[in-house]
């Protein structure tokens, strides 16, 4: 599992909260995602990191922000959640040199999220 | 815009038989495809990654197989197990690309 967590495992909110979601890892990987998965358009990446500070948008990044002040810790955040952000959100790590050759990516447990 | 696309999107075979599951992809332009597993309820496992140089890798049970030119690949299973009951995905890097890709993925039934 390449040393994932992810942080709370479930979550129930409201409309118009904000909530931070958790990604950490154990091995120092530079390269961390955060992917949401949903019926009918599958996976789709909502930012990515590529080391401290330093991080770029996917192609659903509307709503959302992330941080990295550390290696091992990827934080997304939904400003003002939405009934749209209910959905099961994966960090995920790049492993560059892994057993499967390079480039594999590792996904934790999955966060899932009820926005009411 | 790369897109991918895994039929059937379910599947159910009887144990012992051996399977293949079908994933596509529009732009051939790749840099590598990734086989994945997701039990219900559970993250993703890496089950097999083709860079675009290779034709096929294998592990275990599991053989992937890469045909860039056609935009299609196959993961191929030898002797079905009730274990193996999951959804498979497959994802493409494209070159230059940080994201992957994903299709929807097959949901795959042993029966017993």
């Known amino acids: 599992d390449a040393g994932i967590t992810q942080s709370p495992r479930h979550k129930v909110t409201e409309t118009g909260t904000p909530v931070t979601l958790r990604c950490h890892q154990t091995?120092?990987?530079?390269?961390m995602y955060w992917y949401r998965q949903d019926p009918g358009h599958g996976l789709r990446l909502i930012h990515y990191s590529y080391g401290v500070k330093d991080t770029d948008k996917g192609e659903v990044s509307d709503g959302y922000s992330v941080s990295r002040s550390k290696t091992e810790d990827f934080l997304l955040t939904l400003e003002s959640a939405t009934s749209s952000q209910t959905s099961v959100y994966f960090c995920?790590?790049?492993?560059?040199?892994?057993?499967?050759?390079?480039?594999?990516?590792?996904f934790g447990p999955g966060t899932r999220l009820t926005v009411l | 815009k790369q897109e991918v696309t895994q039929i059937p999107a379910a599947l159910s075979v009887p144990e012992g038989e051996n399977l293949v599951l079908n994933c596509s992809f529009t732009d051939s332009a790749i840099y590598n495809l990734q086989w994945f597993r997701q039990d219900p309820g559970k993250g993703l496992t890496s089950l097999l990654l083709i860079q675009s140089s290779q034709r096929e890798q294998t592990s275990g049970r599991l053989n992937a197989s890469l045909d860039k030119s056609s935009g299609r690949s196959t993961l191929y299973i030898a002797a079905s197990q009730p274990g193996d009951s999951a959804t498979y995905l497959c994802a493409v890097k494209g070159q230059g690309a940080q994201k992957l890709v994903f299709g929807q993925g097959t949901r795959l039934t042993i029966n017993p």
């Open positions: 995920a790590i790049r492993l560059d040199r892994g057993p499967r050759g390079t480039d594999t990516q590792y």
């Open positions: 091995e120092n990987h530079r390269y």
